[in-house]
């Protein structure tokens, strides 16, 4: 039975072109996901866009002597360029500054204000000595008053975990410029969290067995020491807050974390009002039967499994206070948090500053978006930090991409190209032909299940294992040789191009690209697995932004599709680029030169 399911991705924060650590946390996995449930026959949703207020925002305009709308504008152009190039299949990738997204904010403000769980605080704000801007908590930096970590941020420390104030630190530092912030009182609007400790235990304790272990127990560990937490700011970049006496106010603002989450929210929105049915987002968000899944890296953790369920449970009227829902009606809370752990390079941190880094563009201008995609689900940070090394990337693609998956499509379609001109027809199979038959069309079942729940490299490790039992038999029966015996040749290659076939589609939400031109090799006619586009729309005939968008009613099912004895087939051409073992060096190089 088709379910509806909300594939929600991290927001990437509109400050810079995005690197490939960011893609491996949130872009990838959650592509790979969505294209597999779409293949499964369920009806998904896939939204995100580009992050675009805050301090930060306005601390690189700075830097760059533009506009903080300026800055979002340009990166969110280029981020929405990068993710399509990696074939990120968004129905919507939009962006936070719409009239839109400031609408379904301020609603959720307001039903969150009316239940009783938003309430007015005055406390101590960090404000930058040279500028008079208020610092960010994330960009304060000093000593952990609990634990003595030296590197805690204004927010959290990721030493020992715990929630935190700026003004507890010790030693606090702004991490833009050096200074020592000064703490001045302000009056800000505050998310009554522990308001939501009961319900959020009985939520997060009923995942048990279904969440990734090191994300339930994250989240559960943070239950005992909830404290309400600030949702506006002093700036001047952001969504207004919808009070009276307070929406006038050039410099209150809803804090970016705050209005970033909802952004999942009014992205579906915008989406339901660009397809010609404003009410079709209801589907995901109100429908009990619907699912909902959340792709992020592990610092964002806290925002998904437990501050947006308390902002969706406290809307609904959900929570110790009670209440209404508010005007949009009771919404879901998240069925699952997918975090990915953290992808360092060449055993380093990614750091932009010190050129530790490539960006996914520099990337892709260089090398093939599956290779990437490829590497990052089979080797990637999926529950345990991993370190990307140009070496294993260069062995990989040789080694499997093009040793392994390459060579078995291209010998096969061009053995029966050259002598046969289409799929030829099987005569009597043995033992050994209907052994590898079997062994792919069994595949399909535990590939799919490891798909579901979001385990990538078991599901990629299984559909390769095929694809290496294709290559045994071919190199066993050596078909090559048959030359005086066509009919036995005819049926060695109907058994490889039916393996290709399956092992196509099982490879496809990994490799949706490569998978395209197996496709299409095979003789299959139309789109095979729908890729993204950038369009560029408005909202009433405002300033035009590109989101991306796509067409992915495609022919890809998972599902075993005989293939069919005379079907020509189309010119084989390579899958991947045999890589020089001298990219290595010259890749190491670039991280070793100032201009990276």
Known sequence: MSQHILTAVAWPYANGPRHIGH?????????VFSRYQRMAGNKVLMVSGTDEHGTPIQVQADKEGVSARELADRYNRVIAEDLTGLGLSYDLFTRTTTQNHYAVT?????????????????TMG?????????????????????????????????????????????????????????????????????????????????????????????ALNLLGDLQPRAISRDLDWGVPIPLDGWSEQANKRLYVWFDAVIGYLSASVEWARRSGDPDAWRQWWQNPDAKSYYFMGKDNIVFHAEIWPAMLFGYSGIGAKGGQAGSLGALNVPSEVVSS????????????????????????????ADALRYYIAVAGPENQDTDFTWQEFVNRNNGELVA?????????????????GAVPEAGELTDADRALLERSRKAFAPVGAELGRSRFKNAITEAFDVVREANKYLAEQEPWKLKDDPERQKSILFTALQVVDDAKTMLTPFLPASSNKVHAMLGGEGVWSGMPEIREVDEDGGRPYPVITGDYDDGARWEHRPIKPGTPLGPPVPLFKKLDPKVVDEELARLDSPEG
């Open 106 to 122: 301020q609603e959720i403000f307001k039903g969150l204000f009316n239940n009783g769980y938003i309430f007015p605080k005055t």
């Open 126 to 218: 960090a404000i930058s000595p040279s500028t008079g801007r208020t610092l960010p908590d994330r960009y304060i930096e000093g000593t952990c008053p609990i634990c003595g970590y030296d590197g805690a941020r204004g927010d959290q420390c990721d030493n020992c975990g715990n929630q935190l104030d700026p003004i507890q630190l010790i030693n606090p530092k702004s991490r833009i410029n050096g200074e020592t912030p000064v703490f001045a009182e302000t009056e800000h609007f505050m998310l009554d969290l522990p308001a939501f400790a009961a319900v959020l235990g009985t939520y997060l304790q009923a995942k048990q067995g279904d969440w990734r272990p090191n994300v339930l127990k994250f």
């Open 23 to 31: 893609v491996s946390g949130f872009g990838v996995p959650s592509d």
């Open 341 to 368: 752990e953290f992808l360092t390079m060449e055993g380093k941190k990614f750091s932009s500053s010190r050129s530790i880094v490539i960006y996914v563009r520099d990337f892709l201008a260089r090398y093939d």
């Open 404 to 420: 392994a998956w390459g060579n078995l499509v291209n010998r096969s379609i061009s053995m029966a190209a050259k002598n046969f």
